[in-house]
């Protein structure tokens, strides 16, 4: 537990958010996943051979060079560009996850990108369209989450919208370590270390007195470095690690309040959001 494999391994493969709260992922089903991915997929092809129908009555007469460019083009938009294109637009959701209440998000539950989206569509035309979809169904039945190989190389998953996520309960700062925690410098904890630190808190009661004094000391002991100035002496181990937590979740979301107030007003409002 003294090294960060230690507190990573403890930590377990949950999904974390922005300030360091571990959730229990509610990863999509691989038959939710099929479901939305077929959706898609139809509706890709209808595009597809639309636009091959149209182009082949409006160049009737050119060259087959001509053709054959514009038909490479068109496949291009409609399997690599568009659904990257989508899935940016409306952070994670096609319409064949809209239907299915899913999806897709950062490994740290955070909204898409336009690179996440970019690296999963480069990567899904080879596993679905060359590849017929083999290597996605295979590997999202053998990973624990369903990722696919494009989920994997762009670092997202597929979650469920309709199903409720848990959180663990926030560490509470003692009244004693008040004054020297707010004006600490905290610098920004590794996910793995704050989940383990949290799980660890909540978990404590359940351990035997010799593991909990054990993890309690070598988790602070990895905290440290992330904190200066040193706690004062004589707290135990387990009121300063909530204290850290406490403190650094507070201002992790005050700033994701900012981030957010300044999200609303300088981007459009989600179209597929429901508006009061």
Known sequence: MSDHGGYRSYAGDDL?????????????SVAARMASGAIDVGIALVLLVGGFVVFGLALGSASDALIGIVSILWSTIVLMVLPAAVETFTR????????LGLRVVRDDGGPLTARHAIVRSLVGFVEIYLLLGAPALIVAMIHPRAKRLGDMAAGTVVVSQRASLRLTAPPIMHYSMQQWAV???ITSLPSGLTVAVR?????????????RHRLGVDLLRTMLPHVSPPPPAGH?????????IAERRRRDLERLWREERLRARVLPADPLLPHP
């Open 183 to 185: 004006n600490a410098d």
């Open 92 to 99: 994670g959701r096609t319409l064949g996850k809209l239907a």
């Open 236 to 244: 135990h181990p387990e009121v300063v690690l909530a204290a850290i």
């Open 199 to 211: 799980q660890f808190l909540s978990r404590a009661p359940s351990l035997s007195p010799d593991s």
């Open 16 to 28: 974390v958010t922005g300030e360091g709260v571990a959730v229990e992922v509610p990863a999509a």
